[in-house]
């Protein structure tokens, strides 16, 4: 594959076998404006690697599936903060081992809510501490007044996945798109729901690269 086609597909591979480092970066640039061919790439490129560190980790395999779709939907969120300051793979895993760690505090809740709350957990990264009843009841109030800002096709694609518990195979094969298509759609749907968080106060500021 020529250095054209991976800008266009596929990120251009180096000798070695791994994206080319120039090629990675203007990928990186595109998704986080938006290309969805770009978007694409990084998901094919990244999401087995993602996988196959879980599993190595002791994710069973159901649970390593869930966890690469999470990371990606993180990935989605905070993709246009990323600044080279490091491996974008390393930051990669980085994200998909907080969110397995994630994944066990919120099994040890048993109070814990789910659904909306699950959706600022994915943008805000880390799960913190548990807060106050009140704090995490403003919280909602805010995300609902966000979501209800989003157009009804951005707004059907948080409800199917963060709601409803959909799969991206399950909202797919119903919504009757290809997954690289829906993918995108959630992509630009968890970024502007990330910036309605922002502007309330919710989503943490813009980190610095590297960072998870």
Not at 168 to 194: V, Y
């Amino acid at each position: 594959m020529s250095g054209g086609e991976g800008m266009r597909g596929r990120p251009a591979r180096s000798a070695r076998g791994m994206p080319d480092e120039s090629t990675l970066a203007d990928v990186l640039s595109r998704a986080s404006r938006g290309d969805d061919a770009a978007w694409r790439a990084l998901v094919d490129e990244y999401s087995r690697r993602v996988y196959g560190l879980l599993r190595s980790q002791g994710a069973n395999p159901d649970l390593a599936e869930e966890i690469t779709q999470s990371v990606f939907c993180t990935l989605a969120a905070k993709l246009p903060e990323y600044v080279e300051g490091g491996r974008f793979e390393s930051w990669l895993f980085r994200i998909a081992m907080n969110r397995l760690r994630d994944d066990a505090r919120r099994r040890r809740r048993h109070a814990r809510p789910a659904g909306e709350t699950e959706v600022l957990e994915g943008l805000a990264g880390p799960a913190p501490e548990p807060e106050p009843a009140r704090a995490d009841a403003d919280d909602l109030s805010a995300l609902r007044a966000a979501v209800a800002r989003l157009s009804p096709s951005d707004r059907e694609i948080i409800d199917l996945r963060h709601v409803g518990g959909m799969s991206f195979k399950q909202m797919a094969e119903l919504l009757g798109e290809p997954l690289g298509t829906l993918l995108a759609r959630h992509h630009r749907a968890i970024g502007k729901l990330r910036a309605a968080l922002q502007e309330a106060g919710i989503a943490p500021p813009p980190a610095h690269g590297g960072s998870s």
